[in-house]
């Protein structure tokens, strides 16, 4: 193997995430190194499909649209019915967001 492919990068992670690895290494029965350079290849390999999942569940700046476009989806309809809250103002439709999805 060439030298050339790769690259040392040194990072600080906090105890909790390295006794994690350490454990997952000795499940996999691989080395730490190793086991990390799989894990980040898979993520990076994964990140567009993990990214719309991110998106799907924080839409960034929130705005009169997207809250709008958020709450029509009938997927997310569980509790109410978009038709009873269309008319409602931006305040009211951010209110009632925070009260159906998120936690308190």
Do not use: C, H
């Amino acid at each position: 193997m060439s030298t050339n492919t790769y690259k040392k990068l040194e990072i600080i992670l906090p105890s909790e995430i390295v006794d994690r690895l350490y454990e997952i290494a000795i499940k996999e029965k691989r080395p730490i190194n190793q086991q990390i350079a799989l894990i980040i290849a898979k993520y990076l390999k994964e990140y567009n499909k993990i990214l719309e999942v991110t998106s799907e569940q924080d839409f960034g700046t929130i705005t009169e649209e997207k809250l709008r476009e958020f709450l029509s989806k009938e997927e997310n309809q569980i509790e109410y019915k978009y038709e009873n809250i269309k008319d409602y103002t931006f305040d009211e439709l951010f209110q009632f967001w925070l009260d159906k999805f998120m936690e308190n």
